[in-house]
Every structure is written in C-alpha cells, then in structure tokens.
C-alpha cells in the first residue's frame, strides 16, 4: 500500500539522523545560523556544505522556513563545529575531557564563537578560529609566554594566553598542564 505524503515526510524525518549524520532539530539550528531567507540558497548550502542529498536538502529547507525555532535554542558548540570546521571537533572533545578531570565544578558555557570554561570565574576559552585551528585562550595571569603559550594579544580580552593546536596531538600534558593551572586559579 503507497504511503500518504504525511507517512513519507515522517518517514524521512525519522531516518533523517541515520542518512544525514543529524536529526531535524539540529539542522533547523545549523541553518537558521546561517540567516539565509530563500529556499534555493538553504538546499544548496545543506548539499554544497554537508553532503547531504536533495531529498533531504529539500525537506531542511522547507522546515527551516516555516519554522519558528529561535536561533537561540541551538546547540551553540555543534554549530561551531560544523561545516568546514567539522574536523576539528576531535580537538574541541578532548579539551573537553580533559577539563571535566579536573573537578565536577567546570562548567561549560557556549558562545556563539567559543566556548568559556569557567570555575568561578573563565580559566579558559575554546575557539575554532580557522577550518585548520583551533585557539585555546587561557587565564594565567604573571606566567611568562613561550614560543607555544603565546600572550593574547588581540586574540581576546578575557584571557591572558593563547594556545594554537591543529592537531589532536597537540592536545597534550603540557596544555592540559597550563589549563589545570588556570583552572586551580580560577
């Protein structure tokens, strides 16, 4: 027996995480953050950008405009991470892991560009500044720069180093060092 057209748009929706790698929710979020307000420029983004197929393509960019989920509800370190910076969630991950050892008082809190690591007050930030780079900003008032644990500079006012890593290897003992120092100062 054929399927209704309101069977077949649950049937997508439902199998949208498996063929698309997200659910709906969560490309309402990554294309409402692009502020895009033609259904051609939505479908080209979704297949150009992500690789996900017309069908699909479509369907995103029919809910994305008939939807009225604030842009605000997103999931702000998923659409950081997406994209052409999607290769560098591994190192936004371990970050994470590694401070969430330092005690049950980190709190994360994204931003709509990085996100904060705070105590009681921000130790350190984590920021996808290019497609190949993640800065990790860090709180260490009086320590002096290294050729790797560079000062701020303009990076960003709330913190005073800044750290470049390109690779999840670079994800290390002496980073982790520095961030659990800034962590026990905070």
Not at 135 to 151: F, H, S
Request: aromatic fraction near 6%.
């Amino acid at each position: 027996m054929a399927k209704s057209p309101e069977e077949m748009l649950a049937s997508m929706v439902a199998n949208m995480k498996e063929k698309t790698g997200k659910t709906l929710e969560e490309w309402l979020v990554i294309t409402k953050a692009a502020s895009l307000e033609k259904h051609g420029q939505i479908v080209k983004m979704v297949k150009t950008e992500y690789g996900v197929t017309h069908g699909f393509a479509n369907l995103i960019a029919h809910e994305t405009l008939k939807s009225d989920q604030p842009v605000e509800t997103v999931d702000l370190a998923d659409a950081q991470y997406a994209g052409a910076k999607a290769g560098l969630r591994p190192i936004y991950d371990k970050i994470l892991a590694i401070t969430q050892t330092f005690g049950g008082d980190v709190e994360i809190s994204p931003k709509k560009a990085y996100v904060s690591l705070r105590r009681n007050k921000q130790f350190a930030i984590v920021q996808p500044s290019t497609k190949t780079r993640v800065d990790v900003g860090i709180n260490l008032k009086g320590q002096d720069p290294t050729p790797r644990l560079e000062a701020s500079g303009s990076f960003n006012s709330m913190v005073s180093h800044r750290v470049r890593i390109t690779d999840q290897d670079q994800v290390d003992d002496e980073l982790a060092g520095w961030l659990r120092a800034a962590y026990n100062g905070s």
